[in-house]
C-alpha cells in the first residue's frame, strides 16, 4: 500500500525517503523535543473490517525506546492502535499488530510518534522503516 507521508518539521529530526522508494530513513541528533509526531498519514477504515498493520525497521546506533506507531480517530481522539519500537538491540526487525474498525466510514491518522521515556537520554543515531502496511484481512 503506498502512503504519502506528512513529515513534520521537527528540530534536531530529518527525514528522507530511501533510494528505493520503499521506506524512510529518521535521524536523530539528540537535540530533538521530549515529544512530537515525525510522520502523518490519513487513512480511510471500512466498518467491521480487520486490518493488519506491518512495518520492519532497523536502527543504526539507536534503539527504538520512545517511538511508536499509533492510529487514532480525529473525532474522538481514541486510540485505535498503539505499537511500540523495542528498546533493545538494533537489528532488523518487524512490527506486526490487528486493528478492528468499528465505527463505519472511519477517517483516521497514522502518525510515528517520539515520546521520550523517563530516566532516558534523547536519541542520537538512524532508524529505517520500510515495507509499511495497512491491510484489510479476512
Known amino acids: ?16 525517503r530511501l533510494r528505493d522508494q520503499r521506506g524512510v530513513r529518521i535521524k536523530f541528533s539528540r537535540v530533538e523535543p521530549e515529544h512530537c509526531i515525525i510522520l502523518g498519514q490519513w487513512i480511510a477504515l471500512s466498518s467491521g473490517k480487520t486490518y493488519q498493520f506491518r512495518v520492519a525497521y532497523a536502527a543504526s546506533g539507536m534503539d527504538g525506546a520512545g517511538l511508536k506507531w499509533v492510529i487514532y480517530s480525529p473525532q474522538s481522539q481514541a486510540v485505535l492502535l498503539s505499537v511500540a519500537l523495542t528498546k533493545e538491540g538494533s537489528e532488523s526487525r518487524m512490527i506486526e499488530a490487528r486493528l478492528d474498525s468499528q465505527a463505519a466510514g472511519q477517517l483516521a491518522r497514522l502518525e ?27
Open 112 to 138: 510515528l510518534r517520539y515520546d521520550r521515556e523517563p530516566g532516558t537520554v534523547r536519541p542520537e543515531g538512524a532508524i529505517e522503516f520500510s515495507h509499511l502496511a495497512l491491510e484489510s484481512v479476512p
Open 1 to 16: 500500500q503506498g502512503f504519502q507521508w506528512g513529515v513534520q518539521r521537527v528540530d534536531g529530526v530529518a527525514v528522507e
